[in-house]
């Protein structure tokens, strides 16, 4: 037998990666061979788990979706929790007589209280800042609006306290715009503000700054606006006292 030839150098190396090219080759194929039955497999043992076991297919999708929120991955196919967004408060987490005048208010407006709740709790703080007995801002709602965040007058006041929002836009300014008006607290640290200061201009005189609040200079009568306010305030206070006060008009 004759001897075989010596390979040169780069002969040596151009098997040498062929035999590699080729080994990985067939274990490429094999690996994807396999992972494409496992993936039938599991899509099979998913479909028979679905028609015939649904309730391990929601305990599963459950402990996925669970598991994805943990690590805070986003679920873009899911509906976003808007819940944080929400103007509404549970009444049990507002003190006794807060919640008894949002009860009441709930009752005799026909809305639901926990919104009014998140209201009435506001209204107390903002009190602290503007000076303005919180049952007087809570009545003045209640008479411009009936609690309704959404009205808007022919005048073109709006919201749940009917600012002209035209007249004090710059006040929206720090809330994102002129359409934050809508927004129910937002609308009520707006009118709070403004009925402060028509107060002030009115040397600290409730009724002559709720008169001003009204229709300002223009104003030609009262029709009865100021009573009204001063007389569910009134009705408010005696709620807090824990009286009983008719809801009737």
């Not at 805070?72 to 967004?85: I, M, V, Y």
């Not at 103007?87 to 005799?108: C, E, M, N």
């Not at 003045?140 to 004090?168: K, N, W």
């Not at 040397?203 to 606006?225: K, R, W």
Request: avoid cysteine; aromatic fraction near 8%.
């Amino acid at each position: 037998m004759s001897p075989r030839p010596k390979l040169s150098a780069s002969a040596k190396l151009r098997a040498a990666v062929s035999i590699f090219l080729q080994d990985v080759g067939k274990g490429v194929f094999t690996l994807t061979h396999s992972g494409l039955a496992m993936l039938g497999l599991v899509v099979v043992m998913g479909i028979s788990v679905s028609l015939f076991r649904p309730d391990i297919l929601a305990q599963t999708e459950s402990t996925v979706y669970e598991w994805l929120r943990s690590r805070q991955f986003s679920l873009w196919w899911e509906p976003q929790n808007t819940a944080d967004r929400v103007t509404a408060t549970d009444l049990k987490d507002i003190p006794r007589k807060q919640a008894a005048v949002a009860a009441w208010l709930a009752s005799k407006y026909r809305v639901a209280p926990e919104p009014i709740a998140a209201l009435v709790a506001e209204a107390y703080v903002l009190s602290e800042s503007t000076k303005i007995k919180p049952h007087l801002i809570l009545a003045v709602m209640a008479i411009e609006s009936s609690f309704h965040p959404y009205i808007q007058s022919q005048a073109g006041a709006q919201g749940l306290m009917q600012v002209m929002t035209d007249i004090h836009v710059k006040k929206y300014d720090k809330y994102g715009g002129k359409l934050a008006a809508f927004d129910p607290l937002t609308n009520m640290r707006v009118g709070a503000q403004v009925l402060q200061e028509y107060i002030r201009l009115k040397g600290g005189v409730v009724e002559d700054g709720l008169l001003f609040y009204l229709g300002g200079d223009a104003l030609q009568s009262d029709t009865g606006y100021v009573v009204k306010v001063l007389a569910e305030q009134a009705r408010l206070d005696q709620v807090a006292a824990g009286e009983k006060v008719s809801t009737q008009p």
